[in-house]
């Protein structure tokens, strides 16, 4: 048997699906939404310490933490960052009824067959049950390996941002929880993101950038309301921004076209969607709306700040003559990954060594259109790549799903790729 067959299966034995599927469905079901991610944290330190992986809890808010771990090496060898985020979605009745749908929190996971259903699992809690058994499987193994291998689970990595009463660091996204523990002493040679990439290699992700665009008319009773020929002079500002809406959505068609382009890891089209609108007083609507307000998120490619698109937005608005107002309240930048090659050329020899074939030679758009935390440590110099199993369709539910044998193979290309990197001191 070869070096690098006795290593895998030393690991391998340690390795169970079972183990796998009953960690992320604990995972999945742990109440713990956006903003409040300390249950999850908590969850995560005990199980890795009932395994002997030394964990530690690190307290950013009173409800909001990450969970830091790792196996230290015996020296000579590159270190790894294993970053994997615990926030979901949002929760309660705000969600659901803005989204139009049960509150995913509560709605958790299941498991049929060797399907493992929902939200909490698919994003991202299944790969970080899959970090965690890598962790545990090396340790269990009693391999040594020279450079450090770290963990971090982390909270505040899905898309929010504090504005108008939404206020203060609860609602703080988008690379929160990964800024906090590189702020805090998070240090490696390399970084992999454990998220569903359909096992694209990715290290190209764009930035995001939130603006409120908001128009003003006047408080009218109903009876007393008018409908001037002039859009405006129209006292309801709700009408009024029906049509900056039909203007937005002209100028995220051609913003989109515009700067879509090549990467690396394939083709990237940075979107735009109108995320939220308010006004008036739903339960009194028995007046115009003298404010409202329309929130958008606009992708931003790598390397470019929002300046540009800030301004394209005035000039699409001005000629309407309605006096928009355009404020950005979040920008997070995104990067393209530098000296990433030794990080994707052991999980290529990975993936060959497990799944026996290369990994597609591009990433999925989405994947490397979207925000993900590689943006935080190739931000600051530590090459990263997300890389991870893909989500499969449910022919019969028509819900997507992660198959559990697939969460054993990306374990299994985990615990490769850290000896590979790390190294093997015995």
């Not at 709700?238 to 002209?250: A, F, G, N, P």
């Not at 940075?270 to 739903?282: D, E, H, M, N, T």
Request: net charge negative; charged share 25%; with cysteine.
């Amino acid at each position: 048997m070869s070096a690098v067959a006795d290593v895998a299966e030393r690991i391998f034995q340690h390795l169970e699906g079972e183990d796998l599927a009953e960690l992320a469905l604990r995972l999945g079901n742990t109440y713990s939404p956006s903003g409040h991610e300390r249950p999850m944290a908590e969850a995560v330190c005990a199980w890795l310490e009932e395994r002997g992986v030394p964990a530690r809890l690190q307290c950013i808010l009173p409800d909001r933490a990450n969970a830091v771990a790792g196996l230290r090496g015996t020296g000579g060898g590159k270190s790894l960052i294993f970053n994997s985020h615990i926030d979901t979605e949002a929760s309660g009745p705000e969600y659901e009824w803005g989204m139009g749908e049960p509150d995913l929190n509560r709605v958790g996971g299941h498991r049929a067959d060797n399907k493992l259903f929902g939200h909490t699992i698919l994003n991202d809690r299944g790969l970080t049950a899959v970090a965690m058994v890598t962790l545990a499987a090396l340790r269990e193994s009693g391999l040594k390996l020279k450079g450090d291998l770290l963990f971090t689970a982390v909270a505040g990595e899905t898309g929010s941002a504090p504005v108008d009463e939404y206020e203060g660091s609860t609602y703080e996204g988008k690379g929160f929880g990964t800024r906090f523990a590189l702020d805090h002493g998070l240090r490696g040679d390399f970084a992999l993101v454990a998220e569903t990439t359909d096992y694209g290699i990715a290290w190209v992700e764009c930035g995001a950038a939130y603006l409120k665009i908001t128009v003003r008319g006047r408080n009218m009773y109903t009876p007393r309301s008018v409908r001037p020929a002039e859009l405006a002079q129209h006292p309801n500002a709700i009408v009024k921004m029906s049509r900056i809406v039909q203007v937005l959505e002209d100028w995220a068609r051609g913003y989109e076209a515009a700067q879509t382009f090549v990467s690396p890891c394939g083709r990237v089209v940075p979107k735009a969607v109108l995320g939220a609108v308010r006004g008036g007083i739903p339960y009194r609507p028995n007046r115009t709306s003298p404010l409202c307000s329309l929130y958008m998120d606009v992708r931003v490619p790598p390397g470019k700040n929002p300046d540009g698109i800030m301004e394209e937005i005035r000039n699409a608005l001005k000629p309407l003559g309605l006096g928009a107002e355009v404020e950005l309240f979040m920008f997070k930048p995104g990067h393209i990954g530098q000296g990433v090659e030794p990080l994707a050329d052991a999980i290529r020899r990975a993936h060959r060594q497990i799944r026996g074939s290369d990994p597609p030679a591009e990433a999925p758009t989405p994947v490397i259109s979207m925000w993900r935390d590689i943006n935080l440590f190739n931000g600051v110099g530590i090459p990263a790549i997300t890389f991870g199993p893909a989500r499969r369709m449910d022919e019969a539910s028509g819900k997507p799903y992660l198959a559990l044998e697939d969460l054993v193979e990306t374990a299994r290309m985990y615990a490769l790729i850290a000896c590979d990197l790390c190294g093997v001191a015995g």
